[in-house]
């Protein structure tokens, strides 16, 4: 594909940021606690070198500030022994409001044009 018809795929933009994070789904017995990398709107990148496969279902716990913020997700990308996309499917409207107060603070980051 030419590079003038790379589209980004994400609907939000993303920033660097190291929040922390508590992972759960099927089978866990304890949260899985893991750091982003980047983080958006619409979801996040953890680097981890135990990945989870595609389309595995999340109940997500993010701490933000001292701010506890749950939600919804879903394993979106895997790159084994590097890390995991996960898309976030469902938050309370109270907690996206602090995320996205929280990113309107932070440097976007905007695909690089070729």
Sequence with gaps: MAPDRIQERRKFPRVKSALALELRYAGCTAPVRVTTTEISLG???????????????????????????????????????VGNGIDI??????????LEAFLNTQTLQFPKRF
């Design 43 to 81: 979801g996040c990148y953890i680097e981890t070198m135990f990945t989870l496969d595609v389309g595995t279902k999340l109940d997500l716990v993010m701490w933000l500030d001292g701010q506890k913020l749950s939600a919804k997700g879903l394993i979106a990308t895997r790159y084994p022994q």
């Design 89 to 98: 499917t469902d938050m309370k409207p109270e907690d996206r409001a602090k």
